[in-house]
Nanobody, 126 residues
């Protein structure tokens, strides 16, 4: 199983990026999928999670990104996206996608996630 995150880059404050997470060996639609981020010197934090639609519709957003970020799925492509708008310098971090195999509900706890992508760097700077 592999998760691969992509779409990061350098963007000016107020700009947008769309991160993509594609999986091989794992059908993402069956699992809760999250995006985490880790900035230098800080702990990894949950950004957003989207539930397995076969169990329950729903998503989670960290307070810092509510109204700016949107998580979504494309089951046909076996991908999960994170649309990030109105980016701020404090959004600068390495972003990771992760899959939770437990089926226990939305979780912001990184240890609940079993498979992780390699991370993609997002830098917000003028």
């Amino acid at each position: 199983v592999q998760l691969q995150a992509s779409g990061g880059g350098l963007v000016q404050p107020g700009g947008s990026l769309r991160l993509s997470c594609v999986a091989s060996g794992l059908t993402l639609e069956y699992y809760d999928i999250a995006w985490f981020r880790q900035a230098p010197g800080k702990e990894r934090e949950a950004v957003s999670c989207i539930r397995n639609p076969n169990r329950e519709q729903g998503s989670f957003y960290a307070d810092l990104v509510k109204g700016r970020f949107t998580i979504s799925r494309d089951n046909g492509k076996n991908m999960v996206y994170l649309q990030m708008n109105s980016l701020k310098p404090e959004d600068t971090a390495v972003y990771y996608c992760a899959a939770d195999l437990r089926g226990a509900g939305v979780s912001a706890v990184s240890s609940d996630y079993y498979y992780w992508g390699q991370g993609t760097q997002v830098t917000v700077s003028s």
